[in-house]
Every structure is written in C-alpha cells, then in structure tokens.
C-alpha cells in the first residue's frame, strides 16, 4: 500500500455516510483514512479496516478490531530513503500485527495519538 502517494485522512463525517452500513446503532467514525484503495476508520467503538481486493476493487473483506482487543502498537516514521510510514497493531491472539502503511501526505502522529485515545480507556 502506498504506492502511489495519495494516502490523505478522509472527513469523518463523509465516511460516516460512505460506511453506514458497518456501523451500530449510535457509532460514531471520529477519523478516517483512505490508503491508495483501503481505508482505515476509527469509531467510537473499534478499528474498521476496508481492505478492497482484487483489481477491480469490487470484492471488500471488512475488518472489525474492538480497541479491547489491541494488546500493543507501533509508528514507524518515514525516514529519508523509505517515505512511507507504517503502523502496527497486534491483536489479542494474533503473533502477527495488522499492518499499514501511509504516506508522506499523512501525520503519523496523528494516527497514532487518535489511536492511543481509544486504545487507553
């Protein structure tokens, strides 16, 4: 992911429209991020991961992590010959971590510290 370099944060009210259909009664997305064709949504209540497959993209497998379930996490920043930068969230259960990766046109600081709210509670 972020080949292309237009990972950018989406306005959370548009993708509280766009992903309506995933979210509960009362969920709110508080931040939202689009990766080259996935998207990364914080909600008010877990971590939705839109992972569209495939070259046409019309296959999405939907992942759910409750903030309950996330039992650590890294940034990685961007350096000076490697301009992505990569987030790592392991999940009770699970040795691997989920992986993403973001562009230079994402603060990484900002998912982090977004995450960091919901994780802490």
Request: without cysteine.
């Amino acid at each position: 992911m972020g080949l292309f370099g237009n990972a950018h944060a989406v306005d959370p009210a548009s993708a509280q429209q766009e992903f309506a259909r995933l979210l509960g009664q009362g969920e709110q997305v508080h931040a939202a991020y689009l990766l080259v064709r996935d998207t990364i949504l914080f909600t008010d209540r877990r971590l939705v991961l839109v992972d569209k497959q495939g070259i046409t993209g019309k296959k999405v497998e939907y992942h759910s992590i409750p903030y309950r379930s996330i039992t650590h996490f890294a940034v990685e920043t961007a350096g000076t010959f490697d301009l992505d930068a990569e987030l790592k969230i392991w999940i009770s259960g699970s040795p691997a971590p989920v992986e993403k990766t973001f562009t230079k046109g994402v603060d990484i600081y900002e998912v982090q510290a977004i995450l960091t709210q919901f994780v802490a509670r």
